[in-house]
């Protein structure tokens, strides 16, 4: 089996801020390894249809 590249993934950041985190700004290493969900995503899998996007 070939091995796979590692892809280096940017840091998130946007005006918005982060949801729920009592006001701390969350790294990428501080989400290694847990689900996380984009806001768009919890919209449209909570109310049946999507509205964000491009």
Known sequence: MASRARVR???LI???GWLNTGNKDLT???????IVVGR???LAA?????????
């Open 40 to 42: 768009d995503a919890y």
């Open 14 to 16: 946007g005006k918005g």
């Open 46 to 54: 909570v109310t049946g249809r999507w509205e964000g996007g491009a």
């Open 28 to 34: 990428l290493s501080d989400l290694r390894g847990r």
């Open 9 to 11: 993934a940017p840091e």
